[in-house]
């Protein structure tokens, strides 16, 4: 085989590149220049020649990951999605609560017009200074209330005594209430209710809904003052107790 030459300086050489998805066929001559620094450019341009050369073919497919990319990129994430706080959830009491009272005398309050309430809930809670005891209610209107001071605990309609754990024992009597199966919302069912970290209140006994009103008792460890107050969003009586001093 003779010896090849090379191309002079000055000369122009064409390059024959294979165009993609065409097999060896040519798809377009590019003049390439044997100055060093066209080389440079020539060499840039054929480690790029796939992205160049695409629509050499008239092929107009799209790449899927790219595509997958893309869409992923333009859709929001699930993660950034957020959710309305929940009002039941919020915290029970409120700041503009009455101030306890210098005593321990019984404290009462009304029922809505259209009051007929069931109990769905009880539970306690420790603050600075006090004990809550918070007896959430459903159906229809807000419930009043009666709580005061009793030397024993019974049951409302039979007259059973009632074991209450405390050395004091507060009643517990909601007016404006209903049966459950006509207010339509399932009644409190649990035992008694304690928390470990309460420092007054040492449980609260769920008796009763009779004839309009429903009676629960809430031991005590002293006959401390108590205040008590409504709030809404769901209804709930809210009984506070300080306390000893």
Partial sequence: MGARSSPGAGETIHAVVACPGQGARPCQALPVSTRPRAVAVLLLSLLAGPAVLSGCGGDDETDPASASSTLAAEEPSSSSA?????????????TDAPPFPANAEPDTADASADA???????????HEGFDRVVFEVGGTGTPGWDVRYVDAASSQGSGAEIAVDGSAILQVTLTGAGYPF?????E???GPVSSGDAEVVTEVVFDATFEGTTVAFVGARAEAPFRVYLLDGPPRVVLEVADPS
């Fill in 182 to 186: 006509d207010t339509g919302v399932e």
């Fill in 188 to 190: 409190f069912s649990g």
């Fill in 116 to 126: 007929s309430v069931t109990v769905t809930d009880i539970r306690i809670g420790r």
């Fill in 82 to 94: 957020t959710t309305a706080p929940d009002e039941e959830t919020a915290e029970d009491g409120a």
